[in-house]
């Protein structure tokens, strides 16, 4: 049997059920009061749908998608379920149309499914990358074209994107305006932890940020220097090329008001990838945990971020 062949996938009742134990594994908890009582009722009889709970604090009712990315949706949650796995499996994303048809919804459900499933992907750090003895990798890479640049050298007309990747441990990447120094500085020293030993190419951006760390090194492209010992940028240059083959070669174009959606997503991918022992089952489960107090409106998903 299939992943997606599993009762969750198939029954709208026995994926909310899954939803339930996922998010409330000690019993229902009110996303108005955050009340945890265990006195919460199920409503129940002809005028009330199954899985639907009345707050014994607050007395307002909810389920388990209010407060959600689920939450005002006619989709049934099957299929969101289905749609979560499908992302949450997919190493270099899913296009929409590909969801579309996948699942058998219309385009523009499947786009607006998509992006609020990345706002689930979406994490708040907790606490910084790397630490005493342990290395983290920055690095920067290009993307697109920005419509409000035009000109001929350089990288100056594209998105620019910073990735910070801790050896053996999870991605945080960012789209920046420019790769300058007043853009670089706060997200390096934002995210990294000061006792890190920091590496880096020889870009010069890079030079006095990294005297804010215990170390940093650092390998010359220009002269064609990739590592030296343990010092080099081929673990956060491994995850730009996971990035841009899901960029150019699934979903082809993203305009700079989403990339951050779509560094989200592959941002979570890698920091919940197989060689840190996540599968894609478990991988599903840590993003339904992660779908309460994103909302995401349609009006919202399509203006500039």
Request: aromatic fraction near 10%; glycine fraction near 10%.
């Amino acid at each position: 049997m299939t992943a997606l062949n599993s009762p969750h996938f198939q029954d709208a009742d026995k994926a909310r059920e899954y939803l339930e134990a996922i998010r409330w594994p000690n019993g229902p908890v009110c996303p108005h009061c955050g009340s945890v009582s265990k006195d919460h009722y199920a409503l129940q009889g002809k005028a009330h749908r199954v899985g639907l709970w009345k707050c014994k604090d607050c007395r307002e009712q909810f389920s388990v998608t209010v407060g959600t990315v689920f939450e005002r949706s006619k989709i049934k949650l099957n299929v969101w379920l289905q749609a979560v796995y499908l992302l949450c499996s997919s190493k270099k994303g899913i296009s929409s149309h590909q969801l579309h048809r996948t699942l058998g919804v219309t385009y523009k459900t499947a786009w607006f499914m998509s992006h609020r499933i990345r706002e689930a992907f979406r994490t708040d750090p907790k606490g910084p990358l790397g630490g005493s003895g342990k290395i983290v990798e920055a690095d920067e890479t290009y993307y697109g074209n920005r419509k409000d640049k035009k000109v001929d050298r350089g990288f100056g007309h594209k998105h620019a994107i910073v990735a910070l990747v801790e050896r053996d441990g999870g991605v945080r990447s960012f789209h920046i305006a420019s790769v300058t120094g007043a853009n670089l500085h706060p997200v390096l020293l934002g995210q990294i932890d000061r006792k890190t030993h920091l590496m880096t190419d020889e870009h010069k951006q890079y030079r006095k940020v990294g005297r804010e760390f215990a170390k940093h090194s650092s390998v010359n492209h220009g002269i064609k220097e990739y590592a030296r010992g343990n010092v080099t940028t081929n673990t956060v240059e491994g995850y730009f090329s996971i990035l841009k083959r899901g960029l150019i070669g699934t979903y082809f174009h993203v305009s700079g008001d989403h990339l951050q959606r779509y560094c989200d997503e592959f941002d979570f991918r890698y920091s919940n990838r197989s060689a840190l022992g996540i599968e894609d089952a478990e991988r599903t489960d840590i993003a339904l945990k992660g779908i309460a107090g994103k909302r995401l409106t349609y009006r919202r998903a399509v203006s500039p971020q």
